[in-house]
């Protein structure tokens, strides 16, 4: 049996510009741990980064940018079923389906590494970078996003849809777009922690308060 969750309708609610279809879908996917099988059953690797650490920060991470199947990213990201779905029901339960999904990637990605001649990026720089507790992934942000409208915001959690009256202009916005639920994407991303001279550094956006904006918001 799955420890991880699946949300009725009264607390996964779906704006009415959901098709029927889709809507079924959303509402009655598999387990967690099925849709994510699902997500990798498709998988491309598109791109790996070793970046670097913003503005004059030191440190590095390993970034990667994958492909899947847009239903199966459809499910893992917008599902009852799904990695936000884990965040809302308890934040650490999301922080677990996150380090699922890094540990099912970790195999493509050494092999990806291992495959591309030129990559300077060393395993051990890698390793540290993906088990690091701060590592995430995360649907990439496309113009589903930097266009969106109003007629978009179809996932309607009530907890997520109370932050809009929030005094918090940045809620507000995160918010916003946690309503959204992009349907046509079809890449992700992988993003480890940073790291240098074989220690794990606590850079950016701490895993405490990403896991809590995606419990409150829908968002991060």
Same mark, same amino acid.
């Given at each position: ?6 949300? %009725?309708? @009264? ?5 009415? /510009? $959901? ?22 059953? @498709? ?11 913003? *503005? ?15 239903? %199966? ?6 599902? /009852? ?8 029901? =308890? ?19 050494? *092999?990806?590494? !291992? !495959?591309?001649? !030129?990559?300077? /990026? @060393?395993? %051990? ?11 995430? $992934? ?30 918090? =202009?940045?809620?507000? *916005? ?16 992988? =993003? ?12 950016? *956006? ?15």
């Amino acid at each position: 049996m799955s420890r991880f969750v699946s949300f %009725a309708l @009264s607390d996964w609610p779906l704006a009415q /510009a $959901v098709g029927d279809a889709r809507r079924q879908e959303l509402l009655n996917p598999q387990e967690f741990e099925s849709v994510v099988r699902a997500m990798l059953s @498709s998988l491309e690797v598109l791109r790996l980064i070793d970046e670097p650490a913003p *503005k004059s920060l030191t440190g590095r991470r390993l970034a990667a940018l994958f492909r899947t199947d847009r239903r %199966a990213l459809d499910l893992f990201f917008n599902s /009852a079923s799904g990695y936000r779905a884990q965040y809302l029901c =308890k934040p650490e339960l999301g922080d677990e389906a996150n380090r699922l999904v890094i540990d099912a990637l970790t195999p493509v990605l050494d *092999k990806a590494i !291992g !495959g591309r001649s !030129g990559n300077t /990026a @060393s395993r %051990a720089f890698c390793e540290l970078s993906l088990a690091h507790t701060w590592a995430k $992934v995360w649907i990439h942000q496309g113009s589903w996003l930097r266009r969106s409208r109003r007629i978009e915001r179809v996932l309607l959690v009530p907890s997520w849809q109370s932050e809009l009256q929030s005094v918090d =202009k940045h809620r507000r *916005k995160l918010a916003r777009w946690g309503s959204l639920a992009p349907e046509y994407e079809t890449r992700f991303v992988l =993003k480890g922690g940073y790291v240098e001279s074989g220690r794990q550094l606590k850079i950016c *956006k701490s895993a405490r308060e990403r896991r809590q904006e995606l419990h409150t918001l829908g968002f991060t």
